[in-house]
């Protein structure tokens, strides 16, 4: 009975991991097919991939993509570090509250964020060069020689980065409050009894607990921001592409094997950054579990010998 539970147990174990990854591995088998079809098989090559490589547009949103997932994660990681910290130092009430407030631009729909951000700027770029225009208006007609230059601002690469940094702090937040509330509380204020200032504290004590957090929050962030369309699609305007919008514009126009060469190339970075931060995660296992065993043994043989 217990064996055909197992064996039940795997059957279905099986058949939903074929459910998730038949689609991503047929798509990794056709960007290497040779011809134009998602469906028939017409041979081996590597075409889609030199011309995704000779293709200037995806380029320039891969290029795009990368710079600012990475601005964002850098900004967002060390201002949500920080607020982490901020609302630990508060009170159990002013704490709950404003991790609830936290909590909405996660579980709110992308859309809404996108349209909210839209809007934001807009008006405030839109009283910003009425503002422009106005002054120059009246330099004109007073004439004077000190004459400032207020730039036209538009939706662009800088609306679309605020706009990754907002949704990417409560993330960070979210993976360091646990690790500060799994800290010595007694650590800090030893710290601080013999001399250390805050910064020092936060940086010799605070930083080297909560090291895993940060590092799981900015994981967090970069793949959020390397896997946002909806908001940046309504944030970045015309002048700038990520590589989900450019792979949107290409799936409206015609689906093509270089799609699933750009998802394939996606996938196998996604996949190597797992096992790569998995891998790093068991060898510190193992260390600490080496670290606790000689610790404790070495304890057994003190005691014995005493």
């Known amino acids: 009975m217990k064996k055909e539970r197992r064996l039940g147990s795997r059957i279905f174990m099986g058949l939903i991991f074929l459910f998730l990854y038949a689609p991503i591995l047929l798509m990794i088998v056709f960007s290497f097919n040779d011809g134009n079809s998602n469906v028939v098989w017409q041979g081996f090559s590597l075409r889609w991939y030199e011309q995704l490589f000779h293709d200037r547009a995806i380029i320039q949103s891969?290029?795009?993509t990368l710079l600012v997932s990475a601005l964002a994660t850098v900004i967002a990681t060390i201002a949500g570090t920080f607020a982490a910290v901020?609302?630990?130092?508060?009170?159990?009430?002013?704490?709950?509250?404003?991790?609830?407030?936290?909590?909405?631009?996660?579980?709110?729909?992308?859309i809404v964020t996108g349209v909210s951000l839209c809007m934001l700027f807009v008006a405030v770029f839109g009283l910003w060069n009425e503002f422009a225009v106005n002054y120059r208006v009246i330099i004109n007609l007073f004439g004077t020689k000190y004459r400032i230059t207020f730039p036209e601002l538009s939706l662009g690469f800088g609306t679309m980065l605020i706009a990754h940094i907002t949704f990417?702090?409560?993330?960070?937040?979210l993976s360091v409050g646990p690790k500060l509330r799994q800290m010595d509380h007694n650590l800090v204020d030893a710290a601080r009894d013999l001399g250390c200032t805050w910064m020092r504290a936060f940086f010799k004590v605070i930083l080297p607990e909560i090291k895993t957090?940060?590092?799981?929050?900015?994981?967090?962030?970069?793949t959020m921001s390397v896997d946002d369309f909806v908001i940046s699609y309504f944030t970045a305007g015309s002048s700038v592409s990520t590589l989900a919008m450019e792979i949107y514009s290409m799936a409206r126009k015609k689906v093509t094997p270089e799609i699933n060469a750009v998802s394939t190339l996606l996938f196998l970075v996604v996949l190597?950054?797992?096992?790569?931060v998995?891998?790093?995660?068991?060898?510190?296992?193992k260390a600490q579990a080496r670290?606790?065993?000689g610790t404790v043994h070495h304890g057994a043989g003190s005691r014995a010998r005493t």
Do not use: K, W
């Open 86 to 110: 901020g609302f630990y130092s508060m009170r159990r009430r002013t704490r709950s509250m404003l991790l609830n407030v936290n909590n909405i631009p996660m579980m709110n729909a992308d």
């Open 278 to 285: 998995n891998l790093r995660e068991a060898r510190q296992a």
């Open 62 to 64: 891969v290029y795009t």
């Open 272 to 276: 190597f950054l797992l096992v790569a």
């Open 168 to 173: 990417n702090i409560p993330y960070v937040i």
């Open 291 to 293: 670290r606790n065993y």
């Open 213 to 222: 957090g940060i590092v799981s929050g900015a994981l967090i962030a970069f």
